[in-house]
């Protein structure tokens, strides 16, 4: 007991000065926000413009049924009668959402996901009973933004705000069609900002807790103020219905899409041509307290292969300005137009150095993964609990795997072993370790005897994607 004494004193000592609880001051009076008996408090009158720029819009579109043949033959026709009449051959699939009107010569945002594929985009403004029949301006579907137009001048249209100054705890409104009702309005807070929950291509949410339903995709988000900071595009629920997380392009990206599209009728953005992730855990130590995104892939015919960038490159800025993660690399470069030269800021085996380069066009980059690999027959040597064998023609052929692509597949793991507990799967291909590229079963080996007892990044395409694994 005496031990435990003496132990106890200095815990407390240290405690005592450690351990300190605030005490707000004590409420001396309650404030009724409404000082007149006969007023209200109401943003009716700053939000009244934003709700009459913000429309219905109901599309439509023919699905047609692969009947039968034999359901073509006259002879099938006449036997059955009526009853041939009576077998469904097209639909018309309706769908429900909302736009907002951004000039008064009948230019509307929306969300490409609310108008793709549609035969007919039909529009109603506020307070007008008429129905307006839209036209495709352009679209970006990586982006998910639209713009259509309708025959019709003199509309009221939105003020835009510059997303860029939005803060959390913001008071904000959510105007559009929800569940088909017509024009409403719902109120709530900015929760986060530069959220990324990867939908589109090109995302940087602004995250609300105001009420944000189905048939609220292309509604205006607007501030305390009436002004657009943002376009409602997608919520989180497994209902189906509001859980108070909700998703909205901010107004700056929507801007320039929408300027681009009414200009050209497309989006053009810059290429740099590289697959990159965030640090990982496992990573953290080879870059220490720097942020960025990881370089995993390169594209051997992009300005990134030309320029010189390797694999596992942390790309720390753009033109001096830092990147955080992944996603905020694509948004920046995303951002700029092709054939501009930038300043990538690096590092590179703890040292950090500039590049420049010059960007090219982004094609549409909606590559289909490849299917995960069966395990082949073939031994080799490998890490613990982890069999490899080389890429031949065959596999090549046979999975459709790329001929840019090299390295040795992983064709078992053992349950339980290191393998498994560090990530690796059968399937997949591991191209490089650390510096060493793999075209072999020969080279990887020589890589694991040379990192026998260092930490070892590998870089794997797997049926996920492209990935890094790092073993301890």
């Known amino acids: 007991m005496r031990f435990l004494s003496y132990a106890l004193v200095p815990l407390l000592v240290l405690s005592s000065y450690a351990y300190e609880i605030k005490q707000a001051p004590a409420i001396a009076k309650r404030i009724n926000p409404v000082g007149e008996a006969n007023s209200v408090y109401s943003y009716h009158d700053v939000i009244a413009a934003a709700t009459q720029a913000v429309v219905n819009i109901s599309t439509q579109k023919k699905i047609t049924t692969n009947l039968n043949p034999m359901f073509n033959d006259p002879f099938f026709q006449q036997f059955f009668g009526d009853m041939y009449n009576q077998i469904p051959k097209d639909r018309i699939e309706r769908s429900l959402g909302s736009g907002v009107i951004i000039s008064p010569d009948g ?62 705890g913001d008071i904000v409104f ?23 929950i990867q939908v589109n291509t090109y995302e940087n949410f602004i995250q609300t807790d105001a009420s944000i339903n189905p048939g609220n995709s292309g509604g205006a988000l607007v501030d305390s103020r009436g ?65 960025g995104a990881v370089v995993i ?24 300005k830092p990147i955080k993660n992944a ?21 590179r085996d703890g040292k950090t150095q500039n590049i420049t380069i010059t960007l090219a066009e982004r094609k549409d980059a909606n590559a289909k993964q490849d299917e995960k690999l069966p395990e082949s027959a073939t031994e080799s040597s490998a890490l613990k609990g982890m069999r490899v064998e080389p890429l031949s023609p065959q596999i090549r052929q046979r999975y459709g795997i790329p001929d840019d ?34 075209k072999s079963p020969s080279d990887f080996a020589r890589a694991l005897n040379k990192y026998k007892d260092k930490n070892k990044r590998f870089l794997v395409y797997s049926s996920q994607g492209v990935k890094t694994i790092v073993v301890k």
Request: hydrophobic share 40%.
């Open 174 to 196: 959510a105007i559009g069609n929800p569940f088909g009702v017509g024009e409403s309005v719902t109120q709530g807070i900015v929760s986060a900002t530069n959220k990324n």
């Open 405 to 438: 692509i090299q390295g040795v597949i992983v064709t078992n793991v053992i349950e339980n072993s290191k393998a498994q507990d560090a990530g690796f799967a059968q399937g997949d291909i591991i191209s490089q370790v650390e510096e060493i590229a793999i």
């Open 297 to 320: 892939s390169i594209d051997p015919k992009s300005p990134a292969k030309n320029a010189g960038l390797l694999v596992w490159d942390l790309i720390t800025a753009v033109d001096g």
């Open 107 to 168: 230019y509307i945002i929306t969300n490409d996901h609310v108008i793709d594929g549609a035969d007919k985009i039909i529009v109603t403004i506020p307070n007008d009973p008429n129905e307006y029949t839209a036209t495709l301006v352009g679209s970006d579907k990586e982006g998910d933004i639209a713009v259509i137009r309708i025959s019709k001048n003199n509309l009221p249209s939105i003020k835009f705000g510059d997303s860029a100054d939005v803060k959390i």
């Open 227 to 291: 002004v657009l900071i943002g376009m409602n595009t997608a919520i989180l629920s497994r209902s189906g219905g509001n859980h108070g997380i909700g998703f909205a392009i901010p107004a700056n990206m929507v801007r320039e899409v929408a300027d681009s599209l009414v200009k050209s009728g497309k989006i053009t953005r810059g290429y740099l041509g590289v697959g990159t992730q965030d640090i990982s855990q496992d990573l953290r130590n080879n870059y220490g307290e720097h942020k």
């Open 327 to 347: 996603a905020d690399l694509r948004n920046r470069i995303g951002s700029i137009k092709p054939n501009q030269k930038i300043t990538l800021t690096i590092l």
